[in-house]
C-alpha cells in the first residue's frame, strides 16, 4: 500500500479532496478536478497547508521515489535490469525502438499518478500562496513560507516539462509543448468542471521559466539552513539543473558554484556513509545532502528502497520488492579499485546498497552532484570558477578511493557523473540533454531509442483527456 504521508496538515489535504492510491494504482482523480475552497483562516492553518505541500512532494509519486526511478530504468537494460510484474513499470523499462507492441499507454499509471500527485501538490502551493496575508511570522517566517510553496511549484513543474515534454535541445522549446500552467488554486464548483478548470499545455520554454521564476524567487527568500525543509541552497540547486538541462553553462556553473561555496555542506569522507541513514545513523542525514525527503518509522515511504531494495538476512532493516537487478555490464565500468564497483548486495539479485534500507532518507540533491556540474560547466566553459574542473573530478574520485587523473575530458566528466549518480534519477535526463553521449546511454543499447524519442517521453494521461479538455493536446505517438 502507498502510505499517505501523515502530518499536521493533514487536514488541507483531505479537504482538498485527492486520495493516494494504492500501489496497484486503481483510481486517481484527474488533477482539474480538485476543489480549493479550504476555509483556511489562521497561519496555522497556512502552516500546517505548508505541510501538506511538503507530503504531496514526499510522496511515492514524486520525490518520494517514483519521480527518480522512471528515469534509471527507462531504456537502460544494458545496465539495469527490471524483474518486477507492475505492468506500468514493465512498459516503461521494457520500452523498444522499433517494436510496435512494446509501448507506454495512456492509461499507464505511473504516467497518470506522477501527474495527479504534481498538480494536486501544486494546487496546495498555490493555496498557501494566495492565502500568505495570513502569516504574521509568528509560527514561521512569511519569507519562508512564502519561498518553500515556490520551491516545490517550481520543482515540480521542472520535473513534469521533462517528463511530459520534449527535451530542450530537441527541435523549438518555443513551440513544442509541456503542461499546463496553473498559478491559482483550482475553482471547483459544484462537482462541476468549468472551463476555468481546463488549461491547454503551455510550451516547454514556458514551464521552464515558470519553474525557474518560482525558485530564483525562493532562492531569495529562503533561509541559509532549514531542518530537512528546502533551503536557498535548494533552490539554487534546483536552478543549476534546470541551467544544466538547458545548455545555459553561465548559469549551471554560477547556482552550483554558490551552493559549494556556502560552506553549509560536505562531501561525506566515507560512501557508505551517505546511505543506511537509519540502519546506521538513526535517521540523521549526512551533511552531504543538500534536499532530501525525510523518511522514519512512523512517516514516509521511501520508494527507491520499494524497488531496489530486498529484506537481507545479514543486513537487519533491509527491505524492498527486489525489481531492479543491477548488470555486471555496469559494475565492469568502475576501475578495480573503485569503492562503488563492490557497492552491491549479491542476493538472487544484484543489489545497489544506495536504497537497503528501509527507512533510509531519499536524496534527492547530493553536494557530489554540484562539483560535478561545476567542473561539467567550466570545462564547457574553459574556465576555472571556483576551482578548475580536474580537481573538482578529482574530489569525487578520491572519495570512492581512487587517485588523481591527471588529465580530463568531457567524456571523463560525463563518465564519473554516471558513476556517481546512478540510480539516483539522474540517468534519462543525462541522455537527453547529452544527446546520447553520456555513458552508456540508450544509444549503445541494442533497440533502444534514440536520445530524442517519443517513446522517451511520457503520454498525457487518458483520466486528463477523457474529462473531456479539448484544448488538451497528446504527445506524439499516443
Known amino acids: 500500500m502507498k502510505k499517505n504521508l501523515i502530518k499536521t496538515g493533514l487536514l488541507a489535504l483531505t479537504l482538498i479532496g485527492v486520495p493516494f492510491a494504492c500501489a496497484d494504482r486503481l483510481d486517481i482523480v484527474p488533477f482539474q478536478s480538485q476543489a480549493s475552497d479550504v476555509g483556511l483562516k489562521t497561519e496555522s492553518d497556512l502552516v500546517g497547508t505548508l505541510i501538506g505541500a511538503y507530503d504531496g512532494l514526499q510522496d511515492t509519486d514524486s520525490y518520494g521515489g517514483d519521480i527518480m526511478l522512471l528515469s ?16 506500468g513499470l514493465q512498459q516503461i523499462a521494457f520500452i523498444n525502438a522499433t517494436s510496435t507492441s512494446s509501448v507506454i499507454t495512456t492509461d499507464n499509471n505511473w504516467a ?5 500527485n504534481a498538480y494536486r501538490t501544486i494546487n496546495i502551493a498555490n493555496l498557501v500562496l494566495e492565502n ?61 468542471l468549468t472551463d476555468a478548470n481546463l488549461p491547454a499545455r503551455a510550451t516547454v520554454a514556458a514551464v521552464y521559466a515558470q519553474a525557474k521564476a518560482d525558485l530564483t524567487t525562493a532562492s531569495t527568500l529562503l533561509p541559509n539552513l532549514n531542518l530537512y525543509y528546502a533551503s536557498k541552497w535548494a533552490a539554487l540547486a534546483q536552478l543549476s539543473r534546470i541551467a544544466l538541462m538547458q545548455g545555459d553553462y553561465p548559469a549551471a556553473l554560477d547556482a552550483s558554484n554558490q551552493v559549494i561555496l556556502s560552506g553549509v555542506y560536505s562531501l561525506a569522507p566515507v560512501f557508505n556513509d551517505l546511505w543506511f541513514n537509519f540502519i546506521n545513523f538513526g535517521g540523521v542525514a549526512p551533511k552531504e545532502y543538500v534536499f532530501y525527503m525525510r523518511m522514519t518509522q512512523q512517516d514516509g515511504t521511501n520508494g527507491l528502497n520499494t524497488y531496489y531494495g530486498q529484506t537481507v538476512s545479514s543486513i537487519p532493516g533491509t527491505a524492498g520488492r527486489g525489481d531492479l537487478d543491477v548488470q555486471a555490464a555496469f559494475r565492469d565500468l568502475h576501475e578495480t579499485a573503485d569503492v562503488r564497483r563492490g557497492y552491491f548486495t549479491i542476493t538472487n539479485r ?38 578548475t574542473p580536474l580537481n573538482d573530478i578529482n574530489r569525487v574520485r578520491n572519495r570512492v578511493g581512487l587517485a588523481n587523473l591527471a588529465v580530463l575530458d568531457l567524456s571523463g566528466i560525463l563518465r564519473e557523473r554516471s558513476l556517481e549518480l546512478a540510480f539516483e534519477g539522474h540517468r534519462l535526463h543525462d541522455i537527453k540533454r547529452t544527446q546520447g553521449v553520456t555513458l552508456g546511454s540508450s544509444a549503445t543499447t541494442p533497440n533502444g531509442p534514440a536520445w530524442n524519442s517519443p517513446k522517451l517521453i511520457l503520454p498525457i494521461p487518458l483520466r486528463e483527456m477523457e474529462i473531456p479538455n479539448t484544448k488538451l493536446v497528446q504527445n506524439e505517438g499516443y
Open 72 to 87: 534509471d530504468i527507462w531504456a537502460n537494460r544494458a545496465h539495469l535490469r527490471f524483474r518486477g510484474t507492475f505492468t
Open 112 to 116: 497518470r499518478d506522477i501527474w495527479a
Open 132 to 192: 500568505l496575508s495570513l502569516s504574521e511570522g509568528a509560527v514561521r517566517p512569511t519569507n519562508t513560507v512564502r519561498g518553500e510553496a515556490l520551491f516545490i511549484r517550481g520543482s515540480l513543474y521542472f520535473e513534469l516539462a521533462r517528463l511530459y515534454g520534449k527535451t530542450w535541445q530537441d527541435g523549438d522549446p518555443n513551440q513544442n509543448l509541456a503542461v499546463p500552467i496553473v498559478l491559482t488554486s483550482t475553482p471547483f464548483e459544484e462537482n462541476k
Open 350 to 387: 544484484r543489489l545497489t546498497n544506495k536504497h537497503l534500507d528501509r527507512f533510509g532518507h531519499v536524496p534527492v540533491i547530493r553536494l557530489s552532484e554540484m562539483y560535478l556540474t561545476r567542473a561539467e560547466a567550466n570545462f564547457r566553459l574553459v574556465s576555472t570558477i571556483g576551482d
